[in-house]
């Protein structure tokens, strides 16, 4: 099991823009080409931060997934692009983590 833990800066003021994008849009297209979304969360002291975590069974499925996304049209000609134009994508930070046999994220 591999996790990704992904920390976007959001452009001021658009939070809640890009959390809406995200749920109508991101979340839903990504799912249906079978990405494992396991939570998406605000920042309480950082009014512009934004975390989800994406899940994979192993290398191999990131790889497939992630190119299935980013090489589909939809994403390529509109979702891509509009979700970005959201982001301050210098300032993204993904994490790629292994769960420890702890209790899980909840």
């Keep these: 099991m591999l996790h990704e833990i992904r ?3 959001v452009r001021p003021g658009r939070r809640a823009e890009w959390v809406r994008s995200l749920q109508e849009v991101v979340m839903p297209f990504q799912a ?7 939570a998406s969360l605000v920042l309480v ?11 994979f069974e192993d290398e191999a499925r990131s790889e ?6 980013r090489d589909h049209g939809r994403w390529r ?3 891509g692009p509009a979700v970005h134009d959201l982001l301050v994508p210098e300032e993204s930070v993904i ?7 702890a209790p899980p994220l909840r």
Excluded: C, F, K
């Design 7 to 9: 920390r976007h800066q």
């Design 32 to 38: 249906s080409l079978g990405m494992d979304v396991t």
């Design 45 to 55: 002291e950082e009014e512009d931060d934004y975390v989800w975590i994406r899940r």
């Design 64 to 69: 497939s997934l992630h190119a299935a996304v």
């Design 77 to 79: 000609n509109g979702t």
């Design 95 to 101: 994490t790629r983590v292994v769960p420890t046999p």
